[in-house]
């Protein structure tokens, strides 16, 4: 109970103080817009497992360029190549879902809700669906018109060390307990061979494999990747419950099986660590933890209009 005040006060401390965002914003122009949101990613996640895994990653990559702006899901144009065409975000999927969802909403309150508040609300919804927490979403957002695909340079990569983690969450308000919380989110989905191959073929100059690796656990991605892999989707679930919302991630991260440079990381500065340990021994930390830190992400915010279609500008 105590948990549940503390979150409930700390989204009422978010809500006034961040610029237009409320808890009630659109409770007189659009009353049924949560169920509205929540009925189109149920029915996605239906005839998809993969769908909260991709809508809570292209709401973090949505938000780590130019706020949650909905930028992520503009199209290309003319010679301006747009995020969603950038090189990290080549692998993001299920846009048709936030269509979807806008499309019905409109459909009850034209002209009313952004594609950014969809998309924060979908990503929420990605993980209370997954049997993880759900939180009510602070909403207000308003819809960027740029998109840029040069600037996803921006987004951590999976192969930063601590210290440049660190600063790319700090840059943008975010702290190291959001970092490892966030980090979290990687018990839903699924890694490329590419974003871990520096780990298992040609470590350093000595070494072919990352020796933090746990021995089998390497063996089992390197059977997965070889050194020349030719199969485009070939890759591993980041955790062993990739359909689950739990702390699953942090438990294995500290048997030496987490997937990215960048998980590893967290264990290589004592604060991470010891949060790592934490979130690992308490599902209800973790909890708690990764519905703030999803709060307080979701609330860098940058938009100027309401787009009536997610994917142009007016």
């Not at 990687?186 to 494999?209: E, Y």
Request: contains cysteine; glycine residues 6%.
């Amino acid at each position: 109970m105590a948990a549940i005040v503390a979150v409930a006060l700390f989204i009422l401390f978010i809500s006034s103080s961040v610029n237009a965002l409320s808890l009630n914003y659109y409770d007189k122009t659009c009353p049924r817009l949560d169920s509205t949101v929540t009925t189109a990613v149920k029915k996605a996640i239906k005839n998809d497992k993969t769908v909260p895994a991709a809508l809570l990653r292209m709401h973090f990559h949505d938000c780590f360029i130019r706020g949650c702006d909905a930028s992520v899901l503009l199209q290309s144009k003319g010679k301006n190549k747009a995020e969603k065409d950038g090189p990290p975000n080549i692998s993001l999927h299920a846009f048709y879902v936030i269509d979807n969802a806008k499309k019905a909403v409109e459909a009850l309150c034209p002209g009313v809700v952004s594609c950014a508040d969809i998309l924060a609300l979908s990503a929420r919804d990605a993980v209370a669906l997954s049997g993880g927490p759900t939180w009510e979403v602070p909403k207000g957002r308003k819809d960027g018109r740029i998109s840029k695909a040069s600037e996803t340079i921006q987004l951590p990569a999976p192969t930063l060390n601590i210290s440049q983690l660190q600063q790319s969450f700090s840059q943008r308000g975010l702290s190291s307990k959001d970092l490892v919380a966030l980090s979290g989110g990687h018990t839903l989905g699924f890694a490329h061979c590419s974003s871990f191959q520096n780990r298992i073929h040609k470590f350093n100059t000595t070494q072919d494999v990352d020796p933090s690796l746990h021995p089998s656990f390497a063996a089992n991605l390197r059977s997965i990747c070889p050194a020349h892999n030719k199969a485009k989707n070939a890759g591993t679930a980041l955790d062993s419950t990739t359909a689950g919302f739990d702390n699953a991630y942090f438990k294995l991260l500290l048997q030496g099986k987490s997937v990215f440079s960048s998980d590893q990381a967290l264990l290589t500065a004592p604060t991470t660590k010891a949060l790592v340990s934490k979130f690992a021994s308490s599902q209800m930390e973790f909890r708690d933890a990764f519905v703030k830190s999803m709060i307080k992400m979701s609330s860098i915010t940058g938009g100027q209009e309401i787009r009536l279609d997610c994917k142009v500008v007016r």
